[in-house]
T-cell receptor
Framework: LAKTTQPISMDSYEGQEVNITCSHNNIATNDYITWYQQFPSQGPRFIIQGYKTKVTNEVASLFIPADRKSSTLSLPRVSLSDTAVYYCLVGGSYIPTFGRGTSLIVHP | DAGVTQSPTHLIKTRGQQVTLRCSPKSGHDTVSWYQQALGQGPQFIFQYYEEEERQRGNFPDRFSGHQYPNYSSELNVNALLLGDSALYLC???????FGTGAGDTQYFGPGTRLTVL
């Protein structure tokens, strides 16, 4: 199972860019990286997925260095509604292991 | 495009009782995975159903069982409920027995069922 390590919590302010880094040293060749967002008492919501380099969609960017041993989720100009827990998952064909995620708190 | 749906939203049971939770996968998906999420923790994998069979199972006792129907919907059954079974139960759908095939296709989660055992 691919193990991931994320900061337990982060604080930011409205309008700032937030970068959350996930470490996944034992990522396998076929693994891809997926980030989810979860609000209290709701199911995780897919944010972005990537394999290498940079991926961007309407809500976030994902940066993956060449060795793929880490990845960084970038949230541009966060708002109060971005306060949530963010999970990094590695894999695809085998059981994914969720850690405790990163609790992001956005302050006014 | 209908997403993953779960029922009921909330449920209260007492110790020793049995419970059945239901899930309908996202349109186009044929695989359902169930997760248990305790307060303050990440989701923990219970099992996965594909082609109406349990394909993979996490570290959960036999009190947890499931079923998948030909229309890909699924049930999670928990017998002999314990206080520790109180949690948010999540259903996630995907394709072809995987947890996501890459290239933008991944697991999609439902809203969950909050189970409280008294």
């Amino acid at each position: 199972l691919a193990k991931t390590t994320q900061p337990i919590s982060m604080d930011s302010y409205e309008g700032q860019e937030v970068n959350i880094t996930c470490s996944h040293n034992n990522i396998a060749t076929n693994d891809y990286i997926t980030w989810y967002q979860q609000f209290p008492s709701q199911g995780p919501r897919f944010i972005i997925q990537g394999y290498k380099t940079k991926v961007t969609n309407e809500v976030a960017s994902l940066f993956i260095p060449a060795d793929r041993k880490s990845s960084t989720l970038s949230l541009p100009r966060v708002s109060l509604s971005d306060t949530a827990v963010y999970y990094c998952l590695v894999g695809g064909s085998y059981i994914p292991t969720f850690g405790r995620g990163t609790s992001l708190i956005v302050h006014p | 495009d209908a997403g993953v749906t779960q029922s009921p939203t909330h449920l209260i049971k007492t110790r020793g009782q049995q419970v059945t939770l239901r899930c309908s996968p996202k349109s186009g998906h044929d695989t359902v995975s169930w997760y248990q999420q305790a307060l303050g923790q990440g989701p923990q994998f219970i099992f996965q159903y594909y082609e109406e069979e349990e394909r993979q199972r996490g570290n959960f006792p036999d009190r947890f069982s499931g079923h998948q129907y030909p229309n890909y919907s699924s049930e999670l059954n928990v017998n002999a409920l314990l206080l520790g079974d109180s949690a948010l139960y999540l259903c996630a759908s995907s394709f072809k027995g995987f947890f996501g095939t890459g290239a933008g296709d991944t697991q999609y989660f439902g809203p969950g069922t909050r189970l409280t055992v008294l």
